[in-house]
């Protein structure tokens, strides 16, 4: 009788495990072509459909955004940034133009890469590092980035007639070689984003935006006004102490300036100078006239239990300013998507500006996505932000980042 072992039973296989080992084979090849098959689906539904396409670009656009720097991994295989400066006419006067586009490999067809018109805030922002690297970073990802500043907000200060300029600006984005003309947003930080938000309601474009993605921005410049007064916020009824830093107040007394008599506006514009903000002696705010007295102590917050008062004896002139400089009063006619993004936490621009805004147009109907954040401060990414936080927000950010993709492609 032949007693040698058996293939199976030489492998480790006891009698009668043959079969058994043959169905786990069997198991084993059809998990294999499932993981295939699912892999297959992904990469053909990441590659070919809007928001599978748009979800690859924002995971590899938002690493580049919340670091000062772009990721050194993305190198080698990005593409070429071309930067140019153009300087055109407008009928608010000039306007300053940075423009970021790729070079390397143009579009399959010319004239359809995404455009995205952008006002990176108050004041002469196009050589800050972390606004050049935003630049750089979606000009990688083959949008055609065109910032924007005007001697207006150069000079830290809002003009309402910079709504001119915007529009300008983005008809000159519209023309741009590889830009497709149908396929241009708007992106604002801080006040750069109001007056984003006049231009997107503009007649002369508001039918040709794609999009409006604000961050830090505010909504109301008196209500914006009126939490500075107070030194305090209102979130879910509670009241919670609030101290802005001393930019805004700066921008506000710069923008209100030209309105008040020439030395009530030498004072205030001198009062908010620097970080000593508020300085006049009660000599001197005893100068003042009455609706200058009243917008000073405002911006100082030294009169928390008068707010509502000295906002009531600002002039009408002011008032009108204020209003002719808000979003609030425009935003029924912005036929766009809005995204809304802020620092939980923003030392210059409340987030209840935010949260305001996003009640509005949840009452309009309107679409719209507000997300709070933690990794910046008020618009600039805070340096070695916990792990929690850059997971957490990093998925904000990508999922903001692809619905814009993906609606301005």
Known sequence: MDVRPTTSQRQGVPPGGKARLRRHVHVGRWLARLTLALCFLTGFSLSMFPAGRALTRAVMIVPGLISAARPSWEAPVDEPIKHVQETISSSAGAVYLDIYEPTDSPPPVLGTREGMLMIPGVGDQRKQPQVVNFSETLAASGVVVMGMTTPATAANRLNGGDEAAVVQAFHTLQRWPSVNPAHVGLFGISGGGALLCLGAADPRIRDQVRFVALLG??????????????????????????????????????????????????????????????????????????????????????????????????????????????????????????YLLHDRTDPSVPVTQASDFAATLASLHHPYDFAEFGIFQHAVVVSNPSLSEELDDGAKLVHFVSEAVQIGS
């Open 217 to 338: 921005s505010y909504f109301n410049a008196t209500t914006f006004l009126q939490a500075i007064g107070q030194h305090a916020l209102t979130v879910d009824g509670q009241t919670q102490p609030w101290s802005p830093i001393t930019y805004p107040l700066q921008v506000l007394a710069n923008t209100i300036a030209p309105l008040l008599p020439k030395q009530d506006a030498q004072l205030l514009t001198k009062a908010f100078l620097t970080k000593s903000s508020g300085s006049l002696s009660q000599e001197q705010s005893s100068q003042l006239a009455p609706s200058s007295a009243a917008l000073y102590h405002l911006l100082a917050g030294d009169e928390t239990q008068q707010v509502s008062a000295n906002l009531a004896a600002l002039s009408p002139e002011m008032k009108a300013l204020l209003s002719s400089l808000s979003p609030s009063r425009v935003v029924d006619r912005i036929s766009v998507p809005i």
